[in-house]
């Protein structure tokens, strides 16, 4: 038992320790706060061996201070000021940089209600195992707490408290070192605050404090060179704005304030939204606003005004007779500003960019559909700024010295690999170094006067083209968490490790308590061929009654994974495994997810079972849950399912099993189609590796699917429909459920009128099953892959399906759009997607299993939750995504070294000046370019081009063949896929 | 707002300076209020309450007397100045009415209630200011007026607040902390190490429930230190009052329990 104390308060001290306060809320009330503060003499100093505070066994700051700043040659710790931690945290949370440093609860406070990611970053940074960071809770402190006087700003209170526990360090050191007699005292270290601002400076030295900028504190190190770069932009006011600068015309209008845009947005004349740029055509953009249909176009960089990639912006849209279509031209920012110079932007009026958006512009002029016309607008202001590190190549053109040894500070280039952001002017003193490597790269801020967004080096990831940093700036760019698991996490994993069983049966035994014993069913699992992480099995058999029972067993995670633990906080901050090409990122360690929960043959695993009682033509009679103990008697990979199920001379259980199974998916999958659901497709190809050592990409092959397939997926949707209405009913405020909203009927106008104008098909988007049934029409008997390309075209017009507490949205919008469920969840992998162990959870308290943990209670705490699930697992998607590609470009690039590589393609789109096109067989999509005029109808989606005297119009839809080459970007090192057109013309000569 | 104050922060201190297990500062004023047969104002961090009893008394009510005992009767006022919002509140309100409801109830096994039969014990609770731990406050204020008016109790009543942030038991809760963690009232006899009353408003869970109710209990122990010297301050100057010449008496027992010994 803790020891219980009163904290006594002495009466004296009410100025100090009682605030009251009145308060308007945000309803207009006047509220009253009342706070107490107490304050106390125990709040230690985190110095090593300090004299006079009692726990010391924690403190980490060395007691001498760090005695490698020649500036400070007694030694000295650091006490950095709210704003470094708000502007420079790329350069605290370097290796490089650790100096023993304090960090006030002021700061930490300030931090805390400027940027809850900054924030957080800074919790990271104290935590950290390489930092010297102590955390003084100086509020706390008898005398280092600061009340607001009279007429003081909060930020001139929290400068003086800042000095004020400067100056109380400085004190306390001096006090802990009392004068030996006879000796001559020894120096003291100094604590130095670190502060940009110039006037908290002055008032430091006034008082007597020591005291430094960021830049003069970093200059001043030996190892300054690596540092200086992570300054961010901001921190150099102490250079004399130069007179150029100043006079430099602005390039783009000012942003409205703050408290205008809100009233703007508020009252309708602005709109909100997130700002996406144009993947095609760098000059545009567009907001999807909740008061449009269709997103508000943004034309021209002025008009876009210094938005990034998921900023969140305010627009004002134009009137109707302004409005534009979006363009039909394929802009490149690499080609048309490839002549800019990064070190000057003032004489950028008369440019190729200029010249570029005059073109746009005038192509603009020829008067096109007014169907086609959407909202259009100017960015006024912004409400949030998204910005993150982006994963960037340095420019070498950019460089005005590639002397490798030059430590010159150079303005660069760095082009991000995202085609969606604009390139960023960098500082560097490692300029040369960095060229060919893979660097992360942070915005710092965007002038009017600039073309650019101004940013700073962080680190260097590798050689473009290594897989290291392939692999790792992929990992960064969608914000994969993906460093090896701590200590804390694995500490919750069982003590046995490698060698835990389930134990022998007994019901006494907390791993036997009601479960049941299923280790005599003919129980398989069936997945792809090198499945580390086994998380269903199934197993069916007939009944005496001429029924059959079917089962779905899924590996209990839940049994190791327990609410409020630090492994279950990661797994839900990881929301998802991650599958790259050459790597998996798993949610859970490895201990659980290839051996604890993998339900590996032969071998006794811990389950969560669905049993159904299915009649013959495959209806639910009756279905139950449990937990249970299996043990499966093979493991298959679709193909030998297959093989054994076909194979007319087997009959044993296991086989019988097979086909029981695989009858019922049938039946169910038919049962499932007419009810609307979707056949939908997506181009899935699949690396072959050569070895998993090597990763050398032998080739790309389309994935295979086999009847097997489906028959795993067919159980896999019925266990997650069972579970998702059984936990539904028991908890219907805060069940875990998915689903997939239908899409709105504007997302298919484009596709329903090229189809229409190209084929005379027609598709019916009233309902799911109007689309599937229609969807089936659409076939061409000459292209047997035409309807393939239908089906991929008409996925892409939907919205992805997402996590959703039910006490959260409507009951009549918790369909399944794509898989026509009134209600569905994800249940059957928990090993690799955090929702599916939240339902495991709410599923086992259904049955009674276990009271469910108070936070699954919690609407808000569920919501929240799952509003990471579900980005993660956006963000894993694009990942994987990526990932394939990048291997495609290597098996392309070996390939294509041999013979020049010719594929099939399909025409997808028609641009003024290109074609965009898929090639099915590499599932990838490229853009074939034109150098000179074409002629281009929009209305019919076909471009016609000169051949030889007669003339060919290529349309959308149309097969061609195209060449695929992998070309690196002699500036950027970026490898990128080209396409040119071979047949029925070759492109490269127009 | 409250969102953007940690409860409980990565050094152990919370939003107010204490640590998990430290109560707030507690003064005790047990000074007589005009005619009142007993009364206590308690000042619990931030909450003020104040208690005066009168009785026991013949019984008014006549069809409510009973006639092997006394009745309590709990009558609350909060003043509209104590909370945030400033707020009238009339003595019917539900809140207030549960909650005059839930003192009576606490007292009710420990006032030896049967050594006045036909009469009645009318206790008034007017709250003063809140900044949570309102219910202990006023169960803790009413133990001491009780006391001071000379009404025989078997035991101390001493009520603490608890609650649990993440997995974190926290005691005494501010306001700040009750609107943000599941929390729990418990009151505790001291002596007899009895609970008299456990009350819950919030979902807590089953596991974390324990751990709470015992560090409560506890807290119960702390809090009754405090109110036995507040009680024996009292008696002391009393008795100095009574007779400046005669010594010892109640100066030296200060280890005895003086809850029948005060009965003056
Ligand atoms: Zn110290």
Known sequence: ????????????????????????????????????????????????????????????????????????????????????????????????????????????????????????????????????????????????????????????????????????????????????????????????????????????????????????????????????????????????????????????????????????????????????????????????????????????????????????????????????????????QEATLKNDDADDSEEETDDDEALAEQKMLRAEAVKRAESSKQPTGRVVGIIKRNWRSYVCHIDSTSLTSTNPTSLSQQTVFATPVSRLLPRIRLRTRQAPALVGQKILVTIDRWERTSRYPEGHFVRALGKVQSKEAEQESLLLEFDVPYRPFGKAILDCLPVEGDNWVVPPKNPVDPNWKDREDLRDLIICSIDPPGCQDIDDALHARRLPNGNIEAGVHIADVSHFVHPDTPMDSEAAARGTTVYLVDKRIDMLPALLGTNLCSLRPHVERLAFSVIWELSPDAKIVDVRFTKSVIASKSAFTYEEAQIRKDDPGLSDELTESIRLLNDLARKLREQRMAAGALNLASPEVKIQLDSPESSDPVDVEQKELRETNSLVEEFMLLANISVARKIQETFPQTAVLRRHLPPPRTNFEKLQDILRRRKGMTLDVSSSGALAASLDKCVDPNEPAFNTLVRIMATRCMLSAEYFCSGSVARDTFGHYGLASPIYTHFTSPIRRYADVLAHRQLAAAIGYAPLHASLHSKS???????????????????????????????????????????????????????????????????????????????????????????????????????????????????????ALSQPIDSRSL | MSSRIEILNDGGYRSDGRKQYELRDITIDLTQQGTADGSAQLTHGLTQVLVTVFGPREAKMRSQTLHDRAVLNVEMSVAPFSTGERRKRSRADRRILEMAAMIASTFEPVVQTNLYPRSQIDIYVHVLQQDGSLLPACINATTLALVTAGVPLLDFVCAVTGGVHSTSPLLDLTTLEENDVPHMTVAVMPRTRKVTLVTMETRLHVERFRELFELACEAGQTIHREMKYAVKDRTVALVNAMDAGSKGGAADDHDRDVVMDDRI
């Open chain 1, 861 to 979: 705490h569920v919501e929240r939750v799952l509003e990471v699930v579900n980005k993660r697992h956006r963000m894993a998607q694009m990942a994987s995504r990526a990932s394939v590609e990048f291997y495609v470009g290597l098996a392309l690039k070996a390939r294509s070294s041999k013979a020049t590589v010719i594929e099939d393609a399909y025409v997808i789109r028609a641009f003024r000046n290109g074609l965009g096109v898929f090639v099915s067989r590499l599932g990838i999509e490229g853009l074939v370019t034109f150098k000179h005029e074409i002629q281009f109808d929009a209305d019919n989606y076909t471009i016609t081009v000169p051949a030889g005297g007669q003339e060919i119009t290529i349309s959308v839809f149309d097969k061609v063949k195209v060449e695929v080459e992998v070309e690196q970007d002699k500036n950027t090192q970026r490898g990128r896929v080209v396409m």
């Open chain 1, 1 to 332: 038992m803790p020891e219980i104390s009163i904290r006594k308060r002495p009466r004296t001290e009410a100025v100090v320790t009682q605030r009251k306060f009145f308060k308007k809320t945000a309803r207009g009330k006047v509220v009253k706060v009342l706070r107490e503060r107490y304050l106390r003499d125990d709040v230690a100093c985190g110095m090593h061996s300090c004299t006079l505070c009692a726990s010391s066994q924690d403190a980490v700051l060395p007691s001498s201070g760090s005695l490698d700043h020649p500036s400070f040659p007694s030694g000295h710790f650091v006490l950095p000021d709210t704003n470094i931690f708000l502007s420079q945290m790329d350069l605290m949370e370097s290796p490089k940089f650790n100096p023993p440093t304090i960090i006030l609860q002021t700061v930490m406070e300030e931090v805390r209600h400027r940027s809850l990611p900054l924030y957080n970053r800074l919790k990271a940074l104290v935590k950290a195992d390489d930092k010297n960071i102590w955390v003084f809770y100086n509020e706390y402190r008898s005398e280092t707490a600061v009340i607001r006087e009279e007429g003081e700003s909060p930020n001139d209170r929290n400068d003086r408290g800042i000095r004020k526990a400067t100056s109380w360090y400085n004190s306390h050191l001096s006090l802990a070192r009392p004068p030996v007699r006879g000796q001559s005292r020894p120096p003291l270290p100094v604590v130095v605050l670190m502060s940009d601002d110039v006037a908290n400076r002055q008032k430091a030295e006034k008082e007597g404090l020591s005291c430094v900028s960021v830049r003069k504190y970093v200059e001043g190190r030996k190892d300054s060179n690596g540092l200086l770069d992570l300054l961010a932009a901001a921190g150099s006011d102490n250079l004399d704005p130069t007179p150029a600068a100043a006079a430099r015309q602005a390039l783009y209008p000012d942003y409205l304030p703050t408290t205008t845009l809100l009233a703007g947005v508020k009252s309708g004349r602005l709109h909100q939204g997130h700002f996406n740029a144009n993947q095609y055509n760098y000059l545009e953009g567009s907001v999807p606003v909740p008061g449009f249909e269709k997103p508000v176009l943004l034309v021209g960089r002025e008009h876009m005004n210094r938005a990034v990639q998921g900023d969140v912006v305010a627009v004002e849209v134009f009137d109707e007779k302004d409005w534009k279509a979006p363009a039909d031209e394929v802009v490149d």
